[in-house]
């Protein structure tokens, strides 16, 4: 075994044994399915389109001082988040977006995978986002990132 594959193994262990031990104290079922519906929910608030609807969404899943950010837009509290999704329909109208990871969560951070799909079922563009729960579970902050990781230089 080289240096590096030892190293890997060594990691993956060490990993391995924090990260069980970590989600049998910090998250049971009852944590994760509740944090998985406010996932699936913070993305219906992106893809309804009727503004009543979505005011209902985004009082269930979102802080009422809640913050997003991405690479393009920057916007706070409820109406900021509607007004965002608003204009996703509008620019993207009948685009989907749709979990492609499970949610991966700690302590009050969590991430998870997506993608924005045409009606056709093409990609437009996908990321990750990392959000942060308020204290009713509710997120308080998404920070989003278009496409696959830069690779190492």
Do not use: C
């Not at 069980?20 to 509740?34: E, I, L, Y």
């Not at 913050?67 to 999704?85: K, T």
């Amino acid at each position: 075994m080289n240096r590096r594959d030892n190293r890997v193994r060594m990691t993956s262990e060490v990993m391995g044994t924090v990260t069980s031990r970590a989600h049998s104290r910090g998250m049971n079922d009852t944590q994760s399915a509740a944090r998985l519906e406010t996932v699936d929910t913070y993305l219906a608030i992106l893809n309804e389109p009727d503004a009543q609807k979505r005011a209902a969404l985004i009082e269930r899943a979102w802080a009422p001082d809640g913050r997003y950010v991405d690479p393009m837009y920057a916007v706070e509290g409820r109406d900021g988040l509607s007004a965002l999704a608003a204009g996703v329909h509008a620019k993207y109208p009948g685009h989907r977006f749709r979990r492609v990871s499970g949610v991966d969560a700690h302590h009050d951070v969590l991430r998870f995978a997506w993608e924005l799909a045409a009606p056709d079922g093409s990609v437009l563009v996908g990321g990750i986002d990392v959000g942060e729960l308020d204290a009713s579970g509710r997120l308080r902050r998404i920070t989003g990132f278009f496409g696959a990781l830069p690779e190492k230089r």
